[in-house]
C-alpha cells in the first residue's frame, strides 16, 4: 500500500503517494538537518526488511520504483536532464536515490539481480551524472558484481577492452570497480582475477590523468596485497614483468607523491560491507531508534550535507563548538600539567583536538562515528580532515559563529562568470564578490582557484565565498533554475533596449551573467535575460575590463541596500 510512499520519502523526503517536480523541489530547500534524519531512519527499517527477507516482493517493488526514479522515466521524466550544479535539488535527489540503493544493493536475491545489474549498468553508462552521484553508483555496481561475479564477463571485461571509448567519466568508473573487486576477490580461488587485471593494465598508461591515477595508485594496492598470489597464476617472465611494474609503481617518486595525495581515501582500509551500510553511507550506527524520539532528536547530531558546493559552509557550521571544546579541554590539561610541573606533549595536543572532535562534537554516545560527520559515503570519494591543535579561544569560535548565520541560507545576487577566460578577472571578481558579500560566484572550473596566479589576487577570498562550477554548456540550465526559484537573470550587454547602470532598481534576487572578455554574451543565452543593463561610456574607449564592469555592477546593488545614513550639520 505504501510503495510509492516508501520511494518518495527515500528519494524527495517526501512521504505522498504522488510528488510534483514543483513539490520535490521546494522540499530540497529545507536544511539537511532536517530532512536526513527521518531518510536515514527509514533506510535503516528496509535494511532490516531485506536483511531478514520477510517482505521479498515489496523490496522487489520498491527497487523497481527506486530505479524509475533515478532513471527519470515515466512520471519523473523532469530529472532527465543535467543539472546546473551538484547543489541544485534535482541533483541532491539523485543522490538520495543513490544512496538508498547503495544500502539495498547486497540484498538483491538471485533471480531480481540479472535486471537490476542491466538497469545499474546502463546508469553507469549515463556520463551526464555529477561527480557526487557517479561514486553512489559505482558502490551499487561493486556490491552487485561483488555476489554475481560471473557477470564480469557480460558487463566489466568488454568495457575493458573497448580502448575507443567516447567518455571518459565512463572510463573511470569502469577502472575503478574493477580495481576495488580485484581487491575483494582471491587469485587463487576467483576464475575473474587474471583476466581482470589484465584487462586493467592498458589503462595505467591512458593520457587522461582521471584514468591513469587511480589504475595507478590501486594497481599498487592490488600488487601489495596478492603479488605472491599473481606470481603463482603466471609463468616466470610474466611474474618477473608484473615484480617490475610493482617495483616501479613503489620505488618511483612521482607514483610515490600521488599515492600521498590520496591520503584523504582510506584505500587500503576500503571494505564493501562498511560502505553498503548505514554507517558507510551515511556516518550513523545503527540501531538509530533510540536517538529519534522526539522534536529535537537531531540535536548535536552532525548530519552532513552529501552536495560539494555546501561544504565549507558546513565545515564552518560546525567548527565552532569544536573550537570551543578543544580550548576548554585544552587549557583545563595545560593547568594540570603546570601543577604537575610537566608539559604537555605535541602527540597529546593532537589526541585532544581529535576527541574533541569525534566525542563532544560528534557525539560518540549517540552514534556517529570519529570523522564520519565531515563527509562520509563512498570509500573513493571520502573527506576527513584532519584538524591541526591550536589552543583555540572563545571568541574566534564566536566570529565564526556569526559569519555562518549572516550567509548559510542567504539568497541576493550570485554572480556568474563562466564565460570569463582572464584569470586576474576571474580573481578579482572574486575579491569584489566576498568583499560585497554577495550570494555566490559561479565559475566554468574552481580548480583556477587553487592557482597561484588566482590566490595572488584574490587574496584568501576564496575561503569565504560560495563558489560555484558550472560549466558553459550547463549555463542555460543554470539560469533556467535560478528564473524558476525567483531570480532576475540580468546580463550586462549594449542591446536596443538596455537600461543605463544608475537608472535601474535591483531586486533582492537576481543572476549577474557577465559575458566573455572577447565576444560578450552569447546569442544562444540573451533570449534567457529578464534585464539587459548598461554603463554609459563617456570617453573615446568604448568598453571596459570584465572584473571593472562586475566589480560596479556588484556596488551598485550592494549601495542600494546600505541602511541610509542622513548627515546634519
Same mark, same amino acid.
Given at each position: 500500500?505504501?510503495?510509492?510512499?516508501?520511494?518518495?520519502?527515500?528519494?524527495?523526503?517526501?512521504?505522498?503517494?504522488?510528488?510534483?517536480?514543483?513539490?520535490?523541489?521546494?522540499?530540497?530547500?529545507?536544511?539537511?538537518?532536517?530532512?536526513?534524519?527521518?531518510? %536515514?531512519?527509514?533506510?535503516?527499517? =528496509?535494511?532490516?526488511?531485506?536483511?531478514? &527477507? +520477510?517482505?521479498?516482493? $515489496? !523490496?522487489?517493488? *520498491?527497487?523497481?520504483?527506486?530505479?524509475?526514479?533515478?532513471?527519470?522515466?515515466?512520471?519523473?521524466?523532469?530529472?532527465?536532464?543535467?543539472?546546473?550544479?551538484?547543489?541544485?535539488?534535482?541533483?541532491?535527489?539523485?543522490?538520495?536515490?543513490?544512496?538508498?540503493?547503495?544500502?539495498?544493493?547486497?540484498?538483491?536475491?538471485?533471480?531480481?539481480?540479472?535486471?537490476?545489474?542491466?538497469?545499474?549498468?546502463?546508469?553507469?553508462?549515463?556520463?551526464?551524472?555529477?561527480?557526487?552521484?557517479?561514486?553512489?553508483?559505482?558502490?551499487?555496481?561493486?556490491?552487485?558484481?561483488?555476489?554475481?561475479?560471473?557477470?564480469?564477463?557480460?558487463?566489466?571485461?568488454?568495457?575493458?577492452?573497448?580502448?575507443?571509448?567516447?567518455?571518459?567519466?565512463?572510463?573511470?568508473?569502469? %577502472?575503478?570497480?574493477?580495481?576495488? =573487486?580485484?581487491?575483494?576477490?582471491?587469485? &587463487? +580461488?576467483?576464475?575473474? $582475477? !587474471?583476466?581482470? *587485471?589484465?584487462?586493467?593494465?592498458?589503462?595505467?598508461?591512458?593520457?587522461?590523468?582521471?584514468?591513469?591515477?587511480?589504475?595507478?595508485?590501486?594497481?599498487?594496492?592490488?600488487?601489495?596485497?596478492?603479488?605472491?598470489?599473481?606470481?603463482?597464476?603466471?609463468?616466470?617472465?610474466?611474474?618477473?614483468?608484473?615484480?617490475?611494474?610493482?617495483?616501479?609503481?613503489?620505488?618511483?617518486?612521482?607514483?610515490?607523491?600521488?599515492?600521498?595525495?590520496?591520503?584523504?581515501?582510506?584505500?587500503?582500509?576500503?571494505?564493501?560491507?562498511?560502505?553498503?551500510?548505514?554507517?558507510?553511507?551515511?556516518?550513523?550506527?545503527?540501531?538509530?531508534?533510540?536517538?529519534?524520539?522526539?522534536?529535537?532528536?537531531?540535536?548535536?547530531?552532525?548530519?552532513?550535507?552529501?552536495?560539494?558546493?555546501?561544504?565549507?559552509?558546513?565545515? =564552518?557550521?560546525?567548527?565552532?563548538?569544536?573550537?570551543?571544546?578543544?580550548?576548554?579541554?585544552?587549557?583545563?590539561?595545560?593547568?594540570?600539567?603546570?601543577?604537575?610541573?610537566?608539559?604537555?606533549?605535541?602527540?597529546?595536543?593532537?589526541?585532544?583536538?581529535?576527541?574533541?572532535?569525534?566525542?563532544?562534537?560528534?557525539?560518540?554516545?549517540?552514534?556517529?562515528?570519529?570523522?564520519?560527520?565531515?563527509?562520509?559515503?563512498?570509500?573513493?570519494?571520502?573527506?576527513?580532515?584532519?584538524?591541526?591543535?591550536?589552543?583555540?579561544?572563545?571568541?574566534?569560535?564566536?566570529?565564526?559563529?556569526?559569519?555562518?548565520?549572516?550567509?548559510?541560507?542567504?539568497?541576493?545576487?550570485?554572480?556568474?562568470?563562466?564565460?570569463?577566460?582572464?584569470?586576474?578577472?576571474?580573481?578579482?571578481?572574486?575579491?569584489?564578490?566576498?568583499?560585497?558579500?554577495?550570494?555566490?560566484?559561479?565559475?566554468?572550473?574552481?580548480?583556477?582557484?587553487?592557482?597561484?596566479?588566482?590566490?595572488?589576487?584574490?587574496?584568501?577570498?576564496?575561503?569565504?565565498?560560495?563558489?560555484?562550477?558550472?560549466?558553459?554548456?550547463?549555463?542555460?540550465?543554470?539560469?533556467?533554475?535560478?528564473?524558476?526559484?525567483?531570480?532576475?537573470?540580468?546580463?550586462?550587454?549594449?542591446?536596443?533596449?538596455?537600461?543605463?547602470?544608475?537608472?535601474?532598481?535591483?531586486?533582492?534576487?537576481?543572476?549577474?551573467?557577465?559575458?566573455?572578455?572577447?565576444?560578450?554574451?552569447?546569442?544562444?543565452?540573451?533570449?534567457?535575460?529578464?534585464?539587459?543593463?548598461?554603463?554609459?561610456?563617456?570617453?573615446?574607449?568604448?568598453?571596459?575590463?570584465?572584473?571593472?564592469?562586475?566589480?560596479?555592477?556588484?556596488?551598485?546593488?550592494?549601495?542600494?541596500?546600505?541602511?541610509?545614513?542622513?548627515?546634519?550639520?
Amino acid at each position: 500500500v505504501y510503495l510509492p510512499h516508501t520511494a518518495h520519502m527515500c528519494a524527495f523526503s517526501l512521504f505522498a503517494e504522488t510528488v510534483s517536480k514543483e513539490a520535490a523541489l521546494q522540499q530540497q530547500k529545507c536544511d539537511a538537518a532536517v530532512l536526513l534524519p527521518a531518510r %536515514v531512519v527509514l533506510c535503516a527499517h =528496509l535494511v532490516q526488511l531485506a536483511r531478514d &527477507g +520477510s517482505q521479498q516482493s $515489496f !523490496m522487489q517493488q *520498491l527497487l523497481s520504483r527506486l530505479f524509475d526514479i533515478a532513471e527519470a522515466s515515466g512520471p519523473y521524466a523532469w530529472l532527465s536532464g543535467r543539472e546546473a550544479s551538484q547543489a541544485s535539488g534535482a541533483n541532491a535527489i539523485k543522490v538520495s536515490v543513490w544512496q538508498a540503493l547503495c544500502l539495498l544493493a547486497p540484498y538483491v536475491d538471485n533471480i531480481r539481480r540479472p535486471e537490476v545489474m542491466l538497469r545499474g549498468w546502463a546508469c553507469l553508462l549515463n556520463s551526464h551524472a555529477h561527480a557526487n552521484i557517479r561514486p553512489h553508483v559505482q558502490l551499487f555496481m561493486l556490491a552487485v558484481f561483488e555476489k554475481q561475479p560471473d557477470a564480469v564477463t557480460q558487463y566489466l571485461l568488454p568495457a575493458l577492452n573497448a580502448y575507443n571509448t567516447t567518455s571518459y567519466q565512463v572510463t573511470v568508473s569502469v %577502472v575503478i570497480i574493477v580495481l576495488f =573487486l580485484l581487491l575483494e576477490l582471491q587469485p &587463487g +580461488s576467483s576464475p575473474h $582475477f !587474471m583476466p581482470l *587485471l589484465k584487462a586493467v593494465l592498458p589503462w595505467a598508461l591512458h593520457h587522461r590523468h582521471a584514468v591513469r591515477i587511480p589504475v595507478q595508485v590501486l594497481l599498487h594496492l592490488v600488487f601489495s596485497r596478492h603479488m605472491t598470489a599473481i606470481q603463482q597464476q603466471l609463468g616466470q617472465e610474466a611474474a618477473g614483468l608484473m615484480h617490475q611494474i610493482q617495483s616501479f609503481l613503489t620505488d618511483n617518486d612521482e607514483t610515490a607523491k600521488l599515492r600521498e595525495r590520496q591520503g584523504l581515501v582510506d584505500l587500503a582500509g576500503f571494505s564493501l560491507d562498511y560502505e553498503t551500510s548505514l554507517e558507510g553511507v551515511f556516518g550513523v550506527r545503527e540501531p538509530l531508534e533510540q536517538h529519534c524520539d522526539g522534536e529535537n532528536d537531531t540535536k548535536g547530531l552532525l548530519w552532513h550535507c552529501h552536495v560539494r558546493d555546501r561544504l565549507p559552509l558546513d565545515i =564552518l557550521k560546525y567548527l565552532p563548538g569544536a573550537m570551543k571544546a578543544i580550548g576548554r579541554r585544552y587549557h583545563k590539561k595545560a593547568a594540570a600539567a603546570a601543577q604537575g610541573g610537566g608539559g604537555m606533549k605535541a602527540k597529546e595536543g593532537e589526541q585532544l583536538a581529535n576527541d574533541a572532535l569525534g566525542g563532544e562534537q560528534a557525539g560518540a554516545s549517540l552514534g556517529v562515528e570519529d570523522g564520519a560527520a565531515a563527509g562520509a559515503g563512498p570509500a573513493f570519494y571520502q573527506f576527513r580532515p584532519q584538524v591541526q591543535f591550536l589552543p583555540f579561544d572563545d571568541a574566534i569560535a564566536d566570529r565564526i559563529e556569526a559569519l555562518v548565520a549572516g550567509r548559510a541560507a542567504r539568497r541576493g545576487l550570485v554572480v556568474c562568470a563562466t564565460l570569463l577566460d582572464n584569470l586576474p578577472n576571474l580573481a578579482g571578481l572574486c575579491r569584489t564578490c566576498e568583499s560585497m558579500s554577495v550570494e555566490a560566484l559561479v565559475l566554468s572550473n574552481r580548480s583556477v582557484t587553487f592557482t597561484d596566479a588566482f590566490k595572488r589576487q584574490s587574496v584568501t577570498s576564496e575561503r569565504w565565498l560560495r563558489l560555484l562550477e558550472v560549466t558553459v554548456p550547463d549555463l542555460p540550465t543554470l539560469l533556467r533554475e535560478r528564473k524558476e526559484d525567483g531570480y532576475t537573470i540580468i546580463g550586462v550587454e549594449q542591446a536596443t533596449n538596455s537600461i543605463p547602470l544608475q537608472s535601474y532598481s535591483f531586486p533582492e534576487c537576481c543572476v549577474l551573467l557577465i559575458g566573455n572578455e572577447q565576444n560578450g554574451i552569447p546569442v544562444n543565452l540573451l533570449p534567457l535575460l529578464d534585464v539587459c543593463l548598461e554603463i554609459p561610456m563617456m570617453g573615446v574607449t568604448r568598453s571596459l575590463n570584465a572584473h571593472v564592469t562586475g566589480a560596479m555592477v556588484v556596488w551598485q546593488y550592494t549601495q542600494q541596500r546600505l541602511p541610509s545614513t542622513e548627515t546634519s550639520i
